[in-house]
């Protein structure tokens, strides 16, 4: 059987190359150049491709395989549409090959670091675990391992695309707009998530916000909805679900036989109230796998959060610094400004998403000393903090600029946060590019006399 994936990207390569070692007939097509080191590993590996366009070519197989990311849009998926050849995703392609209960984790917000963590914690049990998915290892570089677990981040690019693809625990952290552009609408970018629910293993248990419900359509099933004490829901008291109970002291399951402690929330290392989610939901999907709650709790107070989220960089003159720059879309720096305690000072801006700052600037109103804005939307957004009617803002030239005027605008005990709101792509190649920015300078500025006009001195 001969296939042909679309991409050679990092997924791309890895479902070329897991074709092949399961006796297909690969054809790679990309629109862009590959690299020598692709070209040396394909030619090895007996893998045809072509570069610098999709030709007719790629319609030369029994099945089109589309890597994450791409789209409706796309010629490849345009042309296999109109011959009538198949069309694939790649979670559907690889799921097949794969062995162990799954774990998906997808969301708006917090899918990296509660996949993460669920995969920390049943690492330390002991179990024969792997992380894979969209901001870790590809899914199908684990195809044909014999393994306990599998935990998947999952986007919604990928899960669009998903028909077959079942999950033993599924886990949808939040939904707030995001990725509009590639899905059209919102409604688009939900239905594409609520694939997630849709292929539940027919024992597969869900975890999900409370507030959610409504517009994920969720219906009665086996899993979980979480809420804070604090928040107001009405609760069907025939409804069989269980319950994840957060307050600000513990987290708590609540099940048909009775109440289960999973953690207190004083030994958590994870900053804001967004990351007390994360890991509540983290520990519910322990328990639904059927692992030691009791175990895993003990390792909790081991995890280090992922880079460039919610990360402390250092502190000076009682100002700390957080690295947030994975905050890329507005809802998830909305959840960053207010979930974290104190005083703030945040830094914005970069490229846009199409997104509305008016959420944004809301919370800035409410939480935010003063406001620190460059990249491409920093008249955006500072328009939209106008309408608010907040003017402690400074439109900075670049991020070092802009580290140094947060510095000289806060007082002490304040945190200076890099929460984008929006992509890197107008200054750097990626967020990871963007945070590694930003904490070499302000490790400068620490090491660095500065007084408090945010010059240097001799």
């Not at 399961?22 to 150049?33: H, I, L, M, R």
């Not at 959610?212 to 219906?219: C, K, N, P």
């Not at 990360?311 to 400004?337: L, M, P, Q």
């Not at 998403?353 to 003063?370: F, P, T, W």
Request: one cysteine or more.
């Amino acid at each position: 059987m001969k296939v042909t994936v679309v991409g050679s990207g990092i997924s791309g390569k890895s479902l070329a190359l897991m074709a092949k070692s399961a006796n297909f007939d690969v054809f790679v097509t990309e629109q862009g150049k590959l690299d020598e080191n692709t070209k040396a590993l394909f030619r090895e590996k007996d893998i045809q491709w072509e570069e610098g366009e999709h030709t007719k070519a790629l319609l030369d197989c029994d099945l089109v395989v589309l890597s994450s990311g791409i789209s409706d849009k796309t010629l490849p998926v345009q042309m296999a549409r109109k011959t009538g050849t198949p069309l694939q995703g790649e979670l559907d392609f690889i799921y097949p090959y794969l062995s162990g209960k799954i774990v998906g984790v997808t969301g708006t917000n917090g899918k990296s670091t509660t996949a993460a963590l669920i995969n920390h914690l049943l690492s330390k049990m002991g179990y024969n675990v792997a992380l894979a998915g969209n901001f870790g290892i590809p899914l199908a570089d684990f195809a044909m391992m014999p393994l306990d677990f599998i935990v998947v981040e999952l986007s919604s690019f990928q899960l669009h695309w998903t028909k077959r693809f079942s999950c033993d625990v599924a886990i949808i952290t939040n939904i707030y707009p995001d990725h509009l552009d590639w899905h059209g609408s919102f409604e688009a970018y939900v239905n594409a998530k609520r694939r997630i629910i849709e292929l539940l293993s027919p024992k597969g248990c869900l975890v999900y916000r409370a507030q959610d419900e409504e517009i994920l359509q969720v219906r009665e099933g086996r899993g979980a909805r979480l809420y804070w004490s604090f928040e107001k829901f009405m609760h069907d008291a025939e409804r069989v679900q269980d319950e994840l109970i957060l307050n600000d002291s513990e987290a708590l399951l609540r099940t048909e036989g009775g109440h289960i402690r999973l953690f207190p929330l004083k030994p958590l290392s994870l900053f804001g109230y967004h990351n007390v989610e994360n890991a509540a939901m983290a520990m519910a999907a322990i328990y639904y796998l059927g692992c030691e709650v009791e175990r895993a709790r003990e390792f909790l107070p081991d995890f280090k959060n992922l880079p460039h989220r919610c990360e402390k960089v250092g502190e000076k003159d009682g100002v700390v610094f957080i690295d947030d720059s994975k905050g890329t879309n507005v809802a998830s720096s909305v959840t960053a400004i207010a979930s974290i305690p104190g005083v703030k000072v945040v830094i914005l801006g970069g490229r846009g998403k199409g997104e509305k700052y008016d959420k944004l600037a809301g919370a800035i109103k409410k939480h935010v000393r003063a406001a620190v804005l460059l990249g491409e939307e920093k008249e955006v957004i500072a328009k939209s903090l106008r309408s608010a009617g907040f003017s402690n803002f400074y439109l900075a030239a670049s991020m070092k600029e802009a580290v140094y005027k947060a510095f000289e605008m806060a007082c002490p005990g304040d945190i200076v946060l890099l929460s984008p709101a929006c992509t890197s792509w107008d200054m750097y190649r990626n967020y990871h590019e963007r945070g590694k920015d930003f904490q070499e300078i302000v490790k400068n500025l620490i090491e660095a006399c500065v007084v408090k006009n945010g010059r240097e001195s001799n």
